[in-house]
T-cell receptor, first 111, second 115 residues
Framework: KQEVTQIPAALSVPEGENLVLNCSFT??????LQWFRQDPGKGLTSLLL?????REQTSGRLNASLDKSSGRSTLYIAASQPGDSATYLC??????????FGAGTTVTVRA | DAGVTQSPTHLIKTRGQQVTLRCSPK?????VSWYQQALGQGPQFIFQ???????QRGNFPDRFSGHQFPNYSSELNVNALLLGDSALYLC??????????????FGDGTRLSIL
């Protein structure tokens, strides 16, 4: 059974600091890994999708890396802004149709 | 281009009642998945529908059932509601034929509260 862990559970940084969010998974036989953002009481917004054959993906200030063999992914957010405050979730897709999620990291960016 | 839409946004029910939640997938998508997200936790997979059939099911009791219509929209039904069913219910859509390598697109969810 795939287990996805995100540490830390919460993070508070001053505006302008770079954010580093970690995701680990127990079964390395994955098709892809997806990072999401969730604002309070809202649905999930897809940020980045990394296929199992890729090492990283970039979109604007966001960069995600994937080390499948060690079961780890890291999401980097450069020059954080108060608008980046949200919960960030990672999810992996294995050999079936479902996504397995971590519990998320709640980020607060202080102005 | 409309994204995934869910209705209603909020719902309050009492224990023992039944509820139906609705989802319209993103334009061009034919596969719908349902997830349950309890407060402070990550979403848990309930089931996925493709070509009007349940393709995969997560670890949820038979009280949870679903349906997909010819226009690809979907319903989630929950019978005999328990207090523990209180959660945010999320619908996700994708293209079935290439779903393994396609991103999942989520709606804003339905917040279900059981009194």
């Amino acid at each position: 059974k795939q287990e996805v862990t995100q540490i830390p559970a919460a993070l508070s940084v001053p505006e302008g600091e770079n954010l580093v969010l970690n995701c680990s998974f127990t079964d390395s036989a994955i098709y892809n890994l997806q990072w999401f953002r969730q604002d309070p009481g809202k649905g999930l917004t897809s940020l980045l999708l990394i296929q199992s054959s890729q090492r990283e993906q970039t979109s604007g200030r966001l960069n995600a890396s994937l080390d499948k063999s060690s079961g780890r992914s890291t999401l980097y957010i450069a020059a954080s802004q108060p608008g980046d405050s949200a919960t960030y979730l990672c999810a992996v897709r294995g050999g079936d149709y479902k996504l397995s999620f971590g519990a998320g990291t709640t980020v607060t960016v202080r102005a | 281009d409309a994204g995934v839409t869910q209705s209603p946004t909020h719902l309050i029910k009492t224990r023992g009642q039944q509820v139906t939640l609705r989802c319209s997938p993103k334009s061009g998508h034919d596969t719908v998945s349902w997830y349950q997200q309890a407060l402070g936790q990550g979403p848990q997979f309930i089931f996925q529908y493709y070509e009007e059939e349940e393709r995969q099911r997560g670890n949820f009791p038979d009280r949870f059932s679903g349906h997909q219509f010819p226009n690809y929209s979907s319903e989630l039904n929950v019978n005999a509601l328990l207090l523990g069913d209180s959660a945010l219910y999320l619908c996700a859509s994708s293209r079935g034929t290439a779903s393994f390598n396609q991103p999942q697109h989520f709606g804003d969810g339905t917040r279900l509260s059981i009194l």
